[in-house]
C-alpha cells in the first residue's frame, strides 16, 4: 500500500503494481543533464516483512549511464548486518543511504554529521574515537528523538583495514 493518500496530486496508481510519482521541484535550468543522477525509493509490504529499494541511474540528457561511484558495497556490510536494515529495517542498500547521507546532513541536536562516510567510520570506531576517550559521546538524535549513541561500539579488528568494507 503506498504512503501517499489515494488522492494525493503527486502520486498515481496505473494499476497491476505501477505507480507514478510526480516531483513538485522544477530543476534549475543550470542542473547538469550530461551528468548521471541518482533516484532511490523504499516499498515495503506486510508490516516490512518484503522490502526494496529500488534504484534508477540515468543521464537526464539522454544516453548511456558511464559514471556512478560505489565506495561501499551493501554485501560488504551484509557481512557483519544480514540484512542492512536501517530507519525501521526499510532501508537496506548503500546506494540509498548515500542519497540523503551528504555533506548537507546534519544532526541538530548533537551538531555531528549525517554525512554517510564520516558518519558509518565513527559509528563502528566509536568508543576508539579521540571524541569519545575525551568524555564527549558520539550520538545522533534521530525520529521521535531517539538517541543512537555509539560511543560503546568498538570495531572487532584493526581499524585499518579497509578492505573488509571497500573491497581491493
Known amino acids: 500500500t503506498p504512503a501517499f493518500p489515494a488522492d494525493h496530486p503527486a502520486f498515481r496508481d496505473l494499476g497491476n503494481g505501477t505507480f507514478t510519482y510526480t516531483f513538485s521541484t522544477v530543476l534549475p535550468e543550470s542542473y547538469d543533464r550530461n551528468a548521471t543522477h541518482r533516484m532511490g525509493g523504499?516499498?515495503?509490504r506486510a508490516t516490512r516483512a518484503f522490502v526494496a529499494n529500488p534504484l534508477l541511474d540515468f543521464?537526464?540528457?539522454g544516453g548511456e549511464v558511464r559514471l556512478t561511484r560505489?565506495?561501499?558495497a551493501t554485501a560488504s556490510c551484509n557481512q557483519c548486518h544480514d540484512p542492512l536494515a536501517l530507519h525501521g529495517g526499510s532501508r537496506r542498500q548503500t546506494e540509498l543511504c548515500v542519497?540523503?547521507?551528504?555533506?548537507?546532513?546534519v544532526d541538530p541536536?548533537?551538531?555531528n554529521t549525517a554525512l554517510f562516510k564520516?558518519?558509518?567510520?565513527k559509528i563502528h570506531r566509536g568508543k576508539n574515537l579521540p571524541s569519545v576517550n575525551a568524555g564527549?559521546?558520539?550520538y545522533i538524535v534521530g525520529n521521535a528523538?531517539?538517541?543512537f549513541d555509539w560511543s560503546e561500539i568498538g570495531w572487532p579488528q584493526d581499524i585499518r583495514s579497509c578492505t573488509t568494507c571497500h573491497g581491493t
Not at 542519497?99 to 546532513?105: G, K, S, V
Open 42 to 44: 523504499q516499498i515495503t
Open 59 to 61: 543521464v537526464p540528457a
Open 70 to 72: 560505489q565506495v561501499v
Open 99 to 105: 542519497l540523503c547521507h551528504t555533506a548537507q546532513n
Open 109 to 111: 541536536e548533537s551538531g
Open 118 to 121: 564520516v558518519m558509518v567510520h
Open 136 to 138: 564527549t559521546p558520539y
Open 145 to 147: 528523538l531517539n538517541v
